[in-house]
């Protein structure tokens, strides 16, 4: 894969995919920014990145916060250029049985995953124009295609990605940048240790793999979105469940 030598922005890349992510990126020989609002996790995940002679820095900023993506932004331009590939990863879940759920569970879900990506993706697009190249890579979920018991507001948010890429891919495409989803299925990371063990076992019955998914797979989707061998893939939704029945 051809990677080497391009500048990477990596949001939620402190802890679980996006580290995974991070590291992955450093392998192929790119430059990587990481943003996340979980600095100690950050700084510690760039410092040892850094150690082993990879390109890598952490910059601090909460996504659904506007000026903080703008901050970082400055921040990354100053210290890399222009940015080649965009990794919109960073998304949290507040499940709770609609019923159950209060407008500002909702709201805040919406807020960080949808709103993030956006004011990631305005932040980062101008250099990407200029430059008439780009990669816009998102994280949806298989809740944004299939919709999840006690995640009305997670699953809003996945397929609202879902729409923001294809809408962006028929905006940008004609300016050279390609911009894409991932729908990432199970995956063995922090953010799925909250899920009682009645769930996990009906999980494993609808994934017809003899394994959960893990950050690497869904690392190696976007180490393939961004390399050459994708560059005519445009508005896609590219699926890592192991054929997970929906
Ligand atoms: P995780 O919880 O392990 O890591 C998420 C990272 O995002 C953390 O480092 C966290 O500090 C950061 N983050 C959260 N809110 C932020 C904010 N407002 N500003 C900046 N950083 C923020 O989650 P995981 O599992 O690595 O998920 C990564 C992406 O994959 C998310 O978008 C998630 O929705 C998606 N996904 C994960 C699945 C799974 O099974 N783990 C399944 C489907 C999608």
């Given at each position: 894969?051809?990677i ?13 995919i996006?580290?995974?992510a991070a590291r992955a ?12 609002f979980?600095?100690k996790a950050?700084e510690a995940l760039a410092?040892q990145?850094?150690a082993?002679?990879n390109?890598a ?5 909460d ?5 903080d993506?703008?901050?970082a ?8 250029g222009?940015?080649d590939?965009?990794?919109?990863n960073a998304?949290?879940t507040m499940?709770a049985m609609t019923?159950?759920m209060?407008?500002?569970t909702?709201k805040r879900?919406?807020?960080v995953n949808v709103?993030g990506v956006?004011?990631?993706t305005?932040?980062f697009?101008?250099?990407m124009?200029e ?5 816009i890579i998102s994280?949806?979920?298989i809740a ?8 009305a507001?997670?699953?809003a948010?996945?397929a609202a990605?879902?729409?923001?890429t294809k809408?962006?891919?028929k905006?940008?495409g004609?300016?050279?940048i390609?911009v894409?989803?991932?729908a ?5 990371t922090?953010?799925?240790e909250?899920i009682?063990?009645k ?5 494993r019955?609808l994934?017809?793999f ?5 950050p690497?797979d869904i690392?190696n ?7 050459d061998?994708?560059s005519?893939?445009?508005g896609?939704?590219l ?8």
């Open positions: 894969m051809r080497s030598g391009k500048t990477v922005v990596i949001t939620g890349g402190a802890k679980g996006g580290a995974t990126f450093c392998e192929q020989g790119a430059q990587v920014a990481i943003i996340d979980d600095e950050g410092q990145l850094h082993e002679g390109d820095a952490f910059f601090k900023a996504v659904s916060d506007e000026q993506v703008d901050s932004a400055q921040a990354i331009a100053e210290q890399f222009t940015v590939i965009l990794v919109n998304g949290i499940d019923l159950k209060d407008v500002s909702f879900v919406l807020d709103t956006f004011n990631c305005k932040a697009l101008p250099g124009v430059a008439g190249a780009g990669r994280t949806s979920s944004g295609t299939g919709g999840n018991v006690g995640q507001n997670y699953a948010s996945k990605i879902i729409g923001m809408t962006w891919a905006e940008f004609p300016k050279g390609t894409n989803a991932v990432p299925g199970f995956i063995e922090e953010m799925i909250s009682p063990e769930v996990i076992a009906q999980i019955q994934t017809p003899p394994r959960f998914g893990r690497e690392a989707a976007y180490l393939f979105l961004a390399s061998q994708a005519f893939i445009n896609t939704v699926e890592v469940d192991g054929g997970m029945l929906k």
